[in-house]
């Protein structure tokens, strides 16, 4: 679930720029070139992440009417600066950059002084050979905690993955609810939205962004297994709306 507002990009190509070549005639040409960004953003008090491109990867989005569920109806990953060409153009080449051989042992060489790390800032784990992947990065940086947000365990075939990686001490896997009236099936999800803080249920952690011009400001409460559930004040104008929207078709 991906509520923060939006902020500021630093992408780092931490690594390999690798380029494929061929021959043509005499003269090499580059026919395609990977590059595996990480994100940092100030939000999360620079912490770094990798993302995909919102919708697109997020199969989870989804409902059964085949409509996008109310939580991804606001996704703040489809407004302002996530529609820019460059920040596009990141996520796009992050979902070739995984398939590449040597990505995991770029990674983890990337979070070597790493503390935390956040998976998808937006987008989700499309592929299991993603998550394959994915988790061994988990298992290889015992030293990160590492949140990873996800829609993805309504899908059977990706619930003995999420279930490895939530068995690893270094790792919080939140299965994000699609209601925006900040209800959430407990033991099932790990966040929810919320209309408004003050309305939060007592038995949930209630981010604290907001109070905070939309930083983390020290807080690590979504990488803390400890921690069941967070609910995320609801922002910005789209997700307003949905909420509005829910509210007036109960
Ligand atoms: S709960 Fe804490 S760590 Fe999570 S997004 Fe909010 S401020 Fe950041």
């Not at 947000?149 to 990686?165: E, G, H, N, Q, V």
């Amino acid at each position: 679930m991906h509520t923060e507002a939006a902020r500021h990009f630093y992408t780092i190509p931490n690594w390999s720029t690798i380029p494929w070549m061929v021959a043509i005639s005499s003269k090499p040409v580059i026919i395609q070139t990977m590059i595996n960004h990480l994100s940092k953003t100030s939000k999360l008090d620079g912490i770094l992440s990798w993302s995909l491109q919102a919708i697109e990867t997020c199969a989870g989005s989804v409902g059964p009417d085949g409509k996008l569920v109310p939580a991804c109806s606001g996704c703040y990953a489809t407004t302002g600066c996530y529609n820019f060409k460059g920040t596009k153009q990141v996520r796009s080449d992050n979902k070739q950059a995984w398939k590449a051989d040597g990505w995991v042992d770029t990674m983890v060489a990337a979070l070597a002084k790493a503390k935390y790390f956040r998976w998808f800032d937006s987008g989700d784990i499309y592929s299991l050979g993603l998550a394959e992947k994915m988790y061994l990065v988990m298992q290889r940086t015992p030293h990160v905690k590492h949140w990873l947000p996800t829609r993805m365990a309504k899908f059977s075939k990706f619930k003995a993955i999420l279930d490895r990686m939530q068995a690893l001490p270094n790792v919080m896997v939140r299965f994000s609810s699609d209601a925006v009236d900040g209800t959430y099936t407990k033991g099932v999800h790990g966040s929810t939205i919320l209309p408004n803080a003050d309305e939060a249920p007592s038995d949930i952690f209630v981010c604290g962004a907001y109070q905070r011009n939309g930083k983390c400001d020290g807080c690590r409460a979504c990488y803390d297994k400890t921690i069941p559930v967070i609910g995320y004040p609801a922002h910005g104008r789209k997700m307003a709306k949905v909420i509005r929207l829910a509210v007036a078709t109960h």
